[in-house]
């Protein structure tokens, strides 16, 4: 897993509902990526989920009294730890709770610390149905909203009382993309509409088979949650993967080299960078057999190809003023080949890698890459997680872009 995290405070804070067993797989989570966590639970909290649980899980102590020992001895301790955390993370949070942030109260010490704290506030609402009906509870989160906080769920589903309805907090995946959306967002890319390409791309021999490649389109979801995180506006184009798409991006499946095309051309004139990291298949079967076709007598298979589309060499004809990012795959003369296709289709950046390098493969987390530059100028970078390298090539996309946009 990703450290995304490495060197946040987020400081958890807990308050009594039955949802505050959740805030335990999401303390473990939030570790696990790399963050440093403080829990401070309210009295109410501590009947559903004992402060040992969270200290067992976080190595701290957890806070629960201004006033008690775990406290320390100064008395302006809330103020000291509201300057601690990098994000405040509320969750769940209680109608009641809700209640007392909108109307400034901080008579305990998770009231206390939110009010002191310069940190941003992520809220994540966990109630029965009934009570987030209530025309308060909505004017509560409206006027926290107003005043900065960011309001997480709830979600629709099994109540705690077996009832269906709204109020159940919103699943651990959903706050881990706000938390680290919090965290990690920047302005390299503000604004701007960039699309991607991922995945691999299936071209049909007959109704059960077809070519395609071991593109696990891993790299262009993490550019897409990349992009996300430095607050362009993103399309994603991908191929068939197994992968869940970000969660805020706009999203389009396909699955020939010719739908993608399609789709690329589409979003065309709306685009300004392209991230063309699908695999797109370079031949498909010049006919589709309308029936499956049998293994036959001889001991081989002809199958006529012809070529796909060439997306890139289409951005690269209809660039204007987009900065266009392409993908090479290279197992001999990498260097060499990546700058004839960079200079060949017009491109901005390439980026290319060597699949027979290890760790740099399809179908694995990290990858390390070269990137070249239209000048001729290179960056090699060490293997990295996927969702570094994305990370990099963003902000490195921003730096370009706001050279040509000063």
């Known amino acids: 897993?990703?450290?995304?995290?490495?060197?946040?405070?987020?400081?958890?804070?807990?308050?009594?509902?039955?949802?505050?067993?959740?805030?335990?797989?999401?303390?473990?989570?939030?570790?696990r990526l790399g963050a440093e966590i403080q829990v401070v639970m309210s009295e109410a909290a501590t009947r559903f989920v004992t402060p040992l649980t969270f200290?067992?899980?976080?190595?701290?102590?957890?806070?629960t009294d201004l006033f008690r020992p775990e406290a320390g001895s100064r008395a302006t301790v809330h103020v000291e730890l509201g300057?601690?955390?990098?994000?405040?993370?509320?969750?769940?949070?209680?109608?009641?709770?809700?209640?007392?942030?909108?109307?400034?109260?901080?008579?305990d010490a998770l009231s206390a610390l939110v009010a002191a704290a310069e940190a941003p506030v992520v809220l994540c609402p966990a109630m029965n149905h009934a009570m987030y009906a209530k025309p308060a509870l909505a004017e509560n989160l409206n006027r926290l909203r107003q005043w900065g906080y960011r309001i997480v769920g709830p979600e629709r589903g099994e109540l705690a009382e077996?009832?269906?309805?709204?109020?159940?907090?919103?699943?651990?995946?959903?706050?881990?993309?706000?938390?680290?959306?919090?965290?990690?967002?920047?302005?390299?890319?503000?604004?701007?509409?960039?699309?991607?390409?991922?995945?691999?791309?299936?071209?049909?021999?007959?109704?059960?088979?077809?070519?395609?490649?071991?593109?696990?389109?891993?790299?262009?979801?993490?550019?897409?949650?990349?992009?996300?995180?430095?607050?362009?506006?993103v399309t994603l184009v991908?191929?068939?993967?197994?992968?869940?798409?970000?969660?805020?991006?706009?999203?389009?499946?396909?699955?020939?080299?010719?739908?993608?095309?399609?789709?690329?051309?589409?979003?065309?004139?709306?685009?300004?960078?392209?991230?063309?990291?699908a695999a797109v298949s370079d031949y498909r079967p010049s006919q589709v057999a309308e029936h499956k076709l049998k293994k036959?007598?001889?001991?081989?298979?002809?199958?006529?190809?012809?070529?796909?589309p060439d997306i890139l060499a289409?951005?690269?004809?209809?660039?204007?003023?987009?900065?266009?990012?392409?993908?090479?795959?290279?197992?001999?003369?990498?260097?060499?080949?990546?700058?004839e296709k960079l200079r060949r289709k017009n491109l901005d950046l390439i980026v290319?890698?060597?699949?027979?390098e290890p760790g740099a493969g399809f179908e694995t987390d990290t990858n390390r890459v070269t990137i070249l530059d239209a000048e001729g100028h290179l960056d090699d970078w060490p293997l990295l997680s996927k969702l570094e390298v994305a990370r990099r090539l963003v902000f490195r996309v921003g730096q370009l872009w706001q050279q040509r946009h000063p």
């Not at 308050?15 to 570790?31: D, F």
């Not at 899980?57 to 806070?63: A, F, K």
């Not at 955390?85 to 509320?90: A, E, F, G, K, M």
């Not at 979003?267 to 990291?277: G, N, R, V, Y």
Request: hydrophobic fraction near 45%; charged fraction near 25%.
């Open 352 to 356: 290319v890698n060597n699949p027979l």
């Open 83 to 107: 300057r601690w955390p990098d994000l405040v993370l509320i969750a769940p949070a209680t109608y009641d709770f809700i209640g007392k942030l909108a109307c400034g109260l901080a008579d």
């Open 55 to 63: 200290e067992a899980l976080t190595q701290r102590p957890v806070l």
């Open 296 to 308: 036959g007598e001889g001991p081989t298979l002809r199958l006529d190809l012809e070529k796909t």
């Open 238 to 277: 991908s191929g068939p993967t197994p992968l869940q798409p970000p969660r805020g991006v706009g999203f389009v499946s396909v699955r020939t080299a010719a739908e993608m095309a399609e789709a690329v051309e589409r979003h065309w004139p709306q685009t300004e960078i392209l991230f063309m990291a």
């Open 1 to 31: 897993m990703d450290r995304l995290l490495e060197g946040k405070r987020v400081l958890l804070g807990v308050t009594g509902g039955i949802a505050a067993y959740k805030s335990c797989e999401l303390a473990r989570r939030l570790i």
């Open 314 to 339: 289409w951005a690269g004809q209809n660039k204007g003023a987009r900065i266009l990012v392409g993908f090479a795959v290279e197992t001999e003369n990498e260097l060499a080949n990546a700058m």
């Open 162 to 233: 077996g009832e269906i309805g709204w109020g159940r907090l919103a699943e651990v995946e959903t706050i881990l993309d706000a938390v680290e959306y919090e965290l990690l967002r920047h302005d390299a890319l503000h604004g701007r509409r960039v699309l991607v390409t991922a995945g691999p791309t299936q071209e049909p021999v007959d109704p059960v088979r077809f070519i395609t490649n071991r593109s696990s389109g891993r790299m262009g979801y993490a550019l897409a949650q990349a992009a996300l995180w430095a607050g362009a506006e």
